[in-house]
């Protein structure tokens, strides 16, 4: 069974940094998309970046996020990262870590969210 386990939030002010990262066991996901979501309360699901797998795998970011926030990956330690700079109010959420394969099956899988709130 895979689990992701998110870690790395906390409280930071306007214009901050935080790296969170995620760390994968009881599968080797080098073969997966990986990804970036935030949750605030009352709404949906937001993406915030997806990097696809191999060396050099695409990234893709969402406009809120380009510029600010860096993912990467490393497929030797099962674990994804996201750098977060400038940060802003609206920045605050839950974020979750997802990966995902569709072939030959899919298979989707969550971690538990890790809390960032930027104030003053």
């Known amino acids: 069974q895979v689990q992701l386990a998110e870690s790395g939030g906390g409280l930071v002010q306007p214009g901050g940094s935080l790296r969170l990262s995620c760390v994968a066991s009881?599968?080797?996901?080098?073969?997966?998309?990986m990804g970036w979501f935030r949750q605030v309360p009352g709404k949906g699901l937001e993406f915030v970046v997806v990097?696809?797998?191999?060396?050099?795998?695409?990234?893709y970011y969402a406009d809120s996020v380009k510029g600010r926030f860096t993912g990467s990956r490393d497929n030797a330690k099962n674990t994804m990262y996201l750098q977060m700079n400038s940060l802003k109010p609206e920045d605050t959420a839950v974020y979750y870590c997802?990966?995902?394969?569709?072939?030959?099956?899919?298979?989707?899988?969550w971690g538990q969210g890790t809390q960032v709130t930027v104030s003053s």
């Open positions: 997802n990966a995902q394969v569709l072939i030959p099956t899919v298979h989707d899988y």
């Open positions: 990097i696809e797998p191999g060396t050099g795998g695409n990234i």
């Open positions: 009881g599968r080797t996901l080098s073969g997966y998309d």
